[in-house]
């Protein structure tokens, strides 16, 4: 019996440090670290409280089933576009997209065969702090705050989902490459120009 868990023991021993081995073969270089993405970065330095969005109320437009409202984000100016739907079934579908995309998002097809049915969406109470929305059952509401933005749907005095609650929102709007070709050209130009400016002014 003692040759037995002698054995074990070394088996143990040898898998072990088969495991370890293994696993510090990785090579760490491979992989970015939050430093060298400028992403990561920008989501990190977000400290809570600090969304700059706000909601703009008088771009609020309802239809039956849809509303639509423009979101500012004050330190770049980029505009968000904020889609709600009322769906059958007690649920919500809310969408927000750049109002003047580069290029179309990117969108997986066929996740959906039809577009879910929906049910109308009316408003309770509108001041320049918010919109109040009814969800059909009268203590179901839907809560949207001007400044900052937030979007609260309730039922009863319990909160049953919230967005933006702690002031994160950081939307990524696309972006124009710095390396495009027109820039190299712009820039390129710009240095000849500052060139034949110097030779002259000497």
């Not at 491979?30 to 992403?39: E, I, P, V």
């Not at 109320?57 to 709600?84: A, F, G, H, M, P």
């Not at 579908?93 to 998002?105: A, C, G, H, S």
Request: net charge positive; hydrophobic share 40%.
């Amino acid at each position: 019996m003692a040759a037995f868990f002698k054995r074990m023991g070394l088996l143990f021993v040898a898998w072990l440090s088969l495991f370890l081995g293994t696993t510090e073969a990785v090579d760490r270089g491979n992989f970015k670290t939050c430093d060298q993405s400028a992403f990561c970065k920008r989501q990190r330095a977000m400290k809570p409280g600090q969304s700059a969005y706000r909601a703009l109320l008088d771009t609020l437009e309802l239809s039956d089933s849809r509303l639509t409202l423009q979101l500012i984000n004050d330190n770049n100016k980029v505009r968000l576009l904020l889609e709600l739907y009322r769906l059958q079934g007690n649920m919500t579908r809310v969408k927000i997209n750049e109002l003047k995309p580069l290029k179309p998002r990117y969108e997986v097809p066929d996740v959906l065969i039809a577009d879910p049915p929906t049910e109308p969406l009316s408003v309770v109470s509108q001041d320049e702090n918010g919109v109040v929305l009814s969800l059909g059952v009268e203590t179901r509401r839907l809560i949207v705050s001007a400044r900052p933005f937030r979007l609260d749907i309730m039922e009863g005095p319990q909160v049953l989902l919230s967005l933006n609650s702690r002031g994160l929102l950081a939307f990524e709007h696309l972006r124009l490459r710095k390396d495009t070709l027109s820039n190299k050209i712009s820039s390129t130009v710009g240095s000849i120009w500052d060139k034949i400016k110097n030779v002259f002014s000497r």
